[in-house]
């Protein structure tokens, strides 16, 4: 079978702003705000909050343009800025894939965390990380990433599947197992609930 030249896309060189995250020239940018989030956050701390500071950027993503089609990996990067909604960290939206059977890798740049992932059928786990670790999200995994860092943006480059496509809605509709929570107490500063 002969391959249709129109099909194909030429390689090409990048760079990665290890220090802020930025990748290539020819990356779409784009931000969440705390006001597209509103779902997420327990509801009276975040009227309370979007009262003061409804257009505060929770994190940036930077991702190149590449065609959303299988064979294709999309390299992305995301700045998740240290914050809290109540005793609540700032985080990422989450989602599922909505083709379900694809994963995604996270190499942490800068900053600490915790990966809260879980399936549809009750399964979660919580993994901590810091700079320099490397976290694989198997397929069917729900996964979202929280800053548990009080001053440092939480600086991650992911790769995943160009067909994987992303469900938030679902998300919206089941929440999360599981809360990262502020807590002083701690060593850690954190609490898994």
Same mark, same amino acid.
Request: glycine content about 8%.
């Given at each position: 079978?002969?391959?249709?030249?129109?099909? $194909? #896309?030429?390689?090409?060189?990048?760079?990665?702003?290890?220090?802020?995250?930025?990748?290539?020239?020819?990356?779409?940018?784009? @931000?969440?705000?705390?006001?597209?989030?509103?779902?997420?956050?327990?509801?009276?701390?975040?009227?309370?909050?979007? @009262?003061?500071?409804?257009? &505060?950027?929770?994190?940036?993503?930077?991702?190149?343009?590449?065609?959303?089609?299988?064979?294709?990996?999309?390299?992305?990067?995301?700045?998740?800025?240290?914050?809290?909604?109540?005793?609540?960290? #700032?985080? &990422?939206?989450?989602?599922?894939?909505?083709?379900?059977?694809?994963?995604?890798?996270?190499? $942490?740049?800068?900053?600490?965390?915790?990966?809260?992932?879980?399936?549809?059928?009750?399964?979660?786990?919580? $993994?901590?990380?810091?700079?320099?670790?490397?976290?694989?999200?198997?397929?069917?995994?729900?996964?979202?990433?929280?800053?548990?860092?009080?001053?440092?943006?939480?600086? #991650?480059?992911?790769?995943?599947?160009?067909?994987?496509?992303?469900?938030?809605?679902?998300?919206?509709? &089941?929440?999360?197992?599981?809360?990262?929570?502020?807590?002083?107490? &701690?060593?850690?500063?954190?609490? $898994?609930?």
């Amino acid at each position: 079978m002969s391959m249709n030249q129109s099909k $194909i #896309f030429h390689p090409f060189k990048s760079q990665l702003e290890l220090e802020t995250g930025k990748i290539g020239s020819n990356a779409n940018c784009w @931000d969440r705000k705390l006001s597209e989030m509103t779902e997420i956050y327990d509801q009276e701390n975040i009227n309370n909050q979007l @009262d003061i500071s409804g257009n &505060t950027i929770v994190y940036r993503v930077y991702e190149h343009e590449l065609p959303y089609e299988k064979g294709h990996l999309i390299p992305v990067t995301t700045i998740l800025y240290p914050g809290r909604v109540g005793n609540q960290f #700032f985080m &990422t939206k989450g989602h599922y894939h909505e083709n379900r059977g694809t994963a995604e890798v996270y190499l $942490i740049l800068n900053g600490e965390g915790v990966l809260t992932m879980q399936t549809e059928d009750g399964q979660h786990q919580e $993994i901590e990380f810091s700079t320099e670790d490397l976290l694989y999200i198997p397929p069917f995994w729900a996964h979202r990433m929280v800053n548990t860092s009080i001053s440092d943006p939480l600086i #991650f480059y992911g790769i995943y599947p160009a067909d994987a496509g992303h469900d938030y809605q679902t998300i919206v509709e &089941t929440g999360f197992k599981k809360k990262v929570i502020y807590n002083p107490d &701690t060593k850690r500063n954190f609490s $898994i609930i």
